[in-house]
Nanobody, 123 residues
Framework: VQLQASGGGLVQAGDSLRLSCAASGRTLGSYFMGWFRQAPGKEREFVAGISRSGARTYYADSVKGRFTISRDNAKNTVYLQMNSLKPEDTAVYYC?????????????????WGQGTLVTVSS
């Protein structure tokens, strides 16, 4: 599976961005999907996850109420809508394919990773 993340950029605090993760090589509908992020000098952290059908979503406390994960299995794409961005959201954002069908916030439970897209939020 190849994952291509896009949509990052430089925005001001309070702005919105929508990240996309397009897959090729395999149908994403068979997998739990997640978004992670990694800020400079910090470990990669879970941001959001979505079940195979899209019926269930999961969020880190730090983004709950501001970010929304969704998926379009027909387009083999997963999205992350980010609203009310804060400077502490600055990071490289990665999409990933889950190893299992159930939700997980552990990077080790993901088997395929996109190349990342940089989000920079200025104050």
């Amino acid at each position: 599976v190849q994952l291509q993340a896009s949509g990052g950029g430089l925005v001001q605090a309070g702005d919105s961005l929508r990240l996309s993760c397009a897959a090729s090589g395999r149908t994403l509908g068979s997998y739990f999907m997640g978004w992670f992020r990694q800020a400079p000098g910090k470990e990669r952290e879970f941001v959001a996850g979505i079940s195979r059908s899209g019926a269930r979503t999961y969020y880190a406390d730090s983004v709950k109420g501001r970010f929304t994960i969704s998926r379009d299995n027909a387009k083999n794409t997963v999205y992350l809508q980010m609203n009310s961005l804060k400077p502490e959201d600055t990071a490289v954002y990665y999409c990933a394919v889950g190893r299992n069908s159930y939700a997980s916030a552990r990077p080790a439970d993901y088997i395929y990773w996109g190349q990342g897209t940089l989000v920079t939020v200025s104050s």
